[in-house]
C-alpha cells in the first residue's frame, strides 16, 4: 500500500517538473519575437496544455502502454510498483534538476532514461535493447533533425508565398529632431537581416531607434480583407495554442503509463491528476527555461515564430497519432534552431550547451533510475 502511495505522488511529481520544464515551450516563440508578455503566453499554454492532457485519453493509447516499461522488461518486473517508482524517481529528478538549471531536456528522454536504467538494475541482460533502440532513441534522434530540415525550406516557401500575395514587412522608426544627445542612425544589414546603428549622425531630423513599442517590425497589406499584422498575428496565437495542445497529447500518456500497475486507481481520475500538476509546474516553474527558448537560441519576428511553431505542432501531433515518443521540447529547439539558421541569428554558445543536457539527460536518468532500484531492493516498502 505505501509503495503504491508513493509512486503515484512520485508520479505527479514527475508531471510538476515536466510542465516547469515543458509548458512553456509551445510559447515560446510569442514571448520571444515580443508578441506576448510572459503572463499571457504562460496562461495561453497552460490552458491549451490541459486541454492536449484531456483529449490524450482517447487519441494517444500507444503511449500509455509504451512507458509502462512493457516489452523492454518482462512483464513481472514492468507491473512491479518498485521499478515503475525507480522510473517516476529517475526521470523527475532529471528533469527538475535540469528546471532549477534552466536547460531545456526531454521529459521523454529523462522517461527513456530511467526506464533503462531501472531494466539494467532489474533484469541486466535480460533488457531489451532492441526495443529501446527502435521504439525510443530512433524517434528522439529523427524529431530535431526533421524540425531543422523542415523548417528552413517551410519558411522560405511561406516568405516567398506571403510577398506574391502581397504581405510584407515593414519596420516602424522613430523619426525627430536630434537635441542635445547624438543619435546613431538606423541601417538595415541585409546580410544580418536586422536593423544596425551607424556612428553618430549630424544635428537635425533623424532616424532613431526608440522604445520596443515604438520600434517595431510589423506586416502590411491584406488578405481576404485582413490585415497582414492581424492575420500573422492570428495565425502566430493559434500555432502556439496547438504547439501546446500537441505537448500535452504527447507527454501526459507517457507519464500516466507509470500509473498503470495502480489497478485501484481509474485511468481518468489519474490522467486528470497528471493535467493538473502539469499546469501547476508551469505557472509555477518555468520562467527560467522560457527565457532559454524565447530570447537566448534566436531571434525571431512574428512570421519566422509561426513557421517554427507549425513545423512543431505537426511533427508532435503526428508522432502521438502514430504512438512515436518524439520530444516536444527536441522538435521545438530544433524548429527555433532552423529560423535562426535562417536569419543569421543563432546562439553557437546557447545551442552547444542545450545538446550537452540532452547529452546527459540520458545518463543521469539511467543513473538515478538504476540506483533508486537497487536501495528498493535493500530497503524494501512495506
Known amino acids: 500500500m505505501l509503495v503504491t502511495i508513493l ?76 521499478f515503475l517508482l525507480a522510473v517516476a524517481t529517475g526521470a523527475g529528478a532529471t528533469v527538475f534538476l535540469a528546471t532549477l538549471l534552466g536547460l531545456p531536456i526531454s521529459t521523454t528522454h529523462a522517461l527513456t532514461g530511467a526506464l533503462a536504467g531501472a531494466g539494467l538494475a532489474a533484469v541486466g541482460p535480460q533488457l531489451n535493447l ?7 532513441f530512433a524517434p528522439l534522434l529523427l524529431g530535431p533533425v526533421l524540425a531543422v530540415l523542415l523548417t528552413i525550406p517551410f519558411y ?26 547624438p543619435v546613431r542612425q538606423l541601417h538595415y544589414n541585409t546580410a544580418l537581416q536586422q536593423y544596425t546603428m551607424t556612428a553618430p549622425a549630424s544635428a537635425g531630423v533623424d532616424i532613431t531607434v526608440g522604445t520596443q513599442k515604438d520600434c517595431i517590425e510589423r506586416y502590411q497589406g491584406r488578405l481576404l480583407g485582413v490585415s497582414g499584422q492581424s492575420l500573422v498575428s492570428g495565425l502566430h496565437y493559434l500555432s502556439a495554442g496547438t504547439v501546446s495542445f500537441a505537448r500535452g497529447l504527447n507527454d501526459t500518456p507517457k507519464i500516466v503509463g507509470l500509473l498503470l500497475v495502480v489497478q485501484a486507481l481509474h485511468i481518468q481520475f489519474g490522467m486528470l491528476a497528471i493535467a493538473i500538476a502539469m499546469a501547476v509546474g508551469g505557472l509555477l516553474g518555468a520562467r527560467k527555461v522560457a527565457i532559454t527558448m524565447s530570447k537566448k537560441i534566436a531571434r525571431m519576428n512574428d512570421g519566422q515564430a509561426l513557421t517554427a511553431n507549425l513545423v512543431t505542432g505537426l511533427l508532435v501531433i503526428l508522432a502521438s497519432r502514430f504512438g512515436l515518443p518524439v520530444s516536444t521540447t527536441h522538435v ?22 542545450i545538446l550537452i543536457s540532452w547529452l546527459l539527460t540520458l545518463p543521469v536518468a539511467a543513473v538515478f533510475g538504476a540506483l533508486l532500484y537497487a536501495l528498493l531492493g535493500f530497503f524494501p516498502l512495506t
Do not use: W
Not at 510559447?27 to 484531456?54: D, E
Not at 532492441?130 to 525510443?136: I, K, M, T
Open 7 to 82: 509512486l503515484f505522488l512520485t508520479t505527479l511529481f514527475v508531471a510538476y517538473a515536466n510542465g516547469a520544464n515543458d509548458n512553456f515551450k509551445g510559447v515560446a516563440t510569442l514571448y520571444g519575437s515580443n508578441t506576448a508578455t510572459y503572463r499571457s503566453a504562460i496562461t495561453l499554454a497552460t490552458i491549451t496544455t490541459l486541454a492536449g492532457s484531456i483529449c490524450s485519453l482517447y487519441f494517444a493509447e500507444a503511449l500509455v502502454h509504451a512507458f509502462s516499461g512493457k516489452g523492454l522488461v518482462p512483464d513481472a518486473v514492468a507491473i512491479s510498483p518498485y
Open 156 to 181: 522560405r516557401t511561406l516568405r516567398s508565398l506571403s510577398g506574391r500575395l502581397g504581405i510584407r514587412r515593414e519596420s516602424c522608426v522613430c523619426v525627430g529632431v536630434q537635441h542635445f544627445i
Open 332 to 353: 521545438s529547439v530544433g524548429a527555433i534552431s532552423g529560423i535562426g539558421l535562417v536569419n543569421g541569428s543563432a546562439d553557437k554558445s546557447v545551442l552547444g550547451g
Open 130 to 136: 532492441a526495443h529501446l533502440g527502435s521504439g525510443f
